[in-house]
């Protein structure tokens, strides 16, 4: 009986012995994986999804509200209808909170990738309902529904909506939201990104989210101070607070168009974007008139605003105007290429919002800062000298606009040498959209054998047309140093 204890014995010792080896070797795992990921996310139908009566009585209201006639945010025509889809719905925990992001398919969607997003607002322990989009061209579109990550360079627009029409309060006050892609590598060593192999557990694995934080403006006397509202990083990062609404692209399946183009798949076959559509349209009223990038710019790279607001201005043009209306519009394609941040006031007189100096420096760098030919013309009968120097404007379309500074020169019998008398300017060549205004005061100093002047003036390049106008207007210097023997130019040069 002493015997079978001992052996018992000795069998529990073996027993623990190994249990807890076992344990350790659980221990050195965990010390050597990585933290738990901040976000988790996973793809569910509605019957499946966690807190399914208040998230299904929010989307049976919305899905009411959004097709109502009074709806203008969705609704152009009576007959235009909004779906919330309800299958492969992702469902994102972060912090306290969570969010459930819906397709929404539309039979006149503006985007390619359109979608409803629910956020549990821990504040009012409900749901903040937002329609999220994302600015994508048909071959981006393909490839995130076939499991690519959505580029950093992809704008992503969020609006908050209340029961299925804008939220006036969010709308008329100084919050809004700004949303931002993060990327979350590998963390199981080779720094791997999205889409990349990531030798590690499940929850090593690299991941992609976009996060949606709220900023608000301050308005007071004082100068304007942004005030960050997103929780614990404001606009996202790598620890999202309950604040940020979190969410990643959740698109419809592709299909092809009549026409050969990209559509979205609808219940009744494939829907085109009115992004196409706009697009297209303009393409038809000016491509003709556009070169081979600038039309991809239009087909491609152009915020879908500015290609309405112009397709607006066109239609609105009467048939007399509408040929020096299409030349505007190239216009401002041009500009907008050159200048993303350029916005064209298009309902009052010409105005033109110049973000930064940048925009008017890219223009003066189109126009030589050195004369490129100079001329000397002799009055021998009124002893006049006039030097004319010219500076070539690159950027005209056709026959460069030349702008010709002539100085004239007194010849002194006394001193044997010329006096400067006075100077003209005027645009020679291919001129329609520039003009130059020279000011009245002219500066001139004697200095050894020379005569050095200065004038200033406004240049200004650009087209009016029935009130509408897209300018850019600059003062600039010309500086000029005459010989005071024969009444040549020396130098000629503008200062910027």
């Known amino acids: 009986m002493k015997t079978i204890s001992i052996k018992l014995l000795l069998l529990i010792s073996i027993l623990f012995i190994a249990l807890g080896c076992e344990k350790d070797d659980a221990i050195g795992e965990g010390e050597n994986s990585s933290e738990i990921q901040e976000v988790l996310s996973k793809t569910l139908n509605l019957e499946d999804i966690p807190n399914y009566d208040k998230v299904n009585k929010s989307i049976q209201k919305l899905d009411k509200n959004l097709n109502s006639g009074a709806n203008s945010l969705f609704k152009n025509l009576d007959n235009d209808e909004v779906q919330i889809l309800t299958d492969d719905i992702i469902y994102m925990t972060y912090a306290e909170t969570h969010t459930y992001t819906f397709k929404l398919l539309r039979n006149n969607p503006q985007y390619y990738i359109e979608n409803i997003v629910l956020h549990y607002?821990?504040?009012?322990?409900?749901?903040?309902?937002?329609?999220?989009?994302?600015?994508?061209?048909?071959?981006?579109?393909?490839?995130?529904?076939?499991?690519?990550?959505?580029?950093?360079?992809?704008?992503?627009?969020?609006?908050?909506?209340?029961?299925?029409?804008?939220?006036?309060?969010?709308?008329?006050?100084?919050?809004?939201?700004?949303?931002?892609?993060?990327?979350?590598?590998?963390?199981?060593?080779?720094?791997?990104?999205?889409g990349q192999t990531c030798n590690g557990t499940a929850d090593q694995q690299p991941y992609q989210y976009q996060s949606c934080g709220s900023v608000c403006i301050e308005t007071n006397p004082n100068p304007p101070e942004t005030i960050d509202d997103g929780g614990n990083t404001g606009g996202g990062g790598s620890t999202p607070g309950d604040d940020n609404v979190l969410t990643n692209p959740n698109p419809n399946e592709p299909c092809e168009t009549s026409n050969g183009s990209t559509g979205i798949t609808g219940d009744d076959g494939c829907i085109t974007t009115v992004d196409e559509i706009e697009r297209g349209n303009l393409l038809i009223s000016i491509g003709d008139r556009l070169s081979i990038s600038e039309r991809n710019w239009v087909n491609n790279q152009a915020p879908l605003y500015k290609i309405t607001q112009i397709n607006q201005f066109i239609d609105e043009l009467s048939w007399r105007d509408r040929n020096e209306g299409k030349d505007f519009a190239v216009e401002v394609v041009k500009v907008s290429i050159e200048n993303p941040e350029v916005e064209v006031d298009f309902e009052n007189e010409y105005n033109l919002n110049l973000i930064q100096f940048e925009s008017i420096q890219e223009f003066l760098e189109n126009i030589d800062s050195e004369s490129l030919a100079s001329s000397t013309l002799i009055d021998l009968q009124d002893n006049i000298v006039n030097s004319i120097a010219e500076f070539t404007i690159n950027r005209s379309p056709l026959t460069p606009c030349k702008l010709d500074v002539i100085i004239s020169s007194n010849y002194n019998s006394h001193e044997d040498c010329y006096d400067f008398d006075n100077v003209n300017t005027s645009l020679s060549g291919f001129t329609t959209p520039y003009n130059f205004e020279q000011s009245s005061e002219v500066n001139s100093v004697i200095d050894g054998d020379y005569i050095f002047i200065s004038l200033s003036g406004t240049l200004t390049t650009g087209l009016n047309i029935q009130g509408y106008g897209l300018f850019y207007s600059e003062t600039i210097i010309i500086e000029i140093r005459i010989n005071r023997f024969n009444g040549e130019f020396d130098t000629a040069k503008i200062i910027r």
Do not use: M, P
């Open 121 to 194: 607002n821990v504040k009012t322990f409900s749901y903040d309902e937002y329609l999220v989009q994302y600015d994508v061209n048909d071959q981006e579109f393909i490839q995130i529904n076939q499991g690519s990550s959505l580029g950093d360079d992809v704008d992503v627009l969020i609006t908050e909506l209340k029961g299925g029409t804008l939220n006036s309060f969010l709308g008329k006050s100084s919050c809004f939201r700004v949303c931002e892609t993060v990327n979350v590598n590998c963390s199981a060593g080779g720094d791997h990104s999205y």
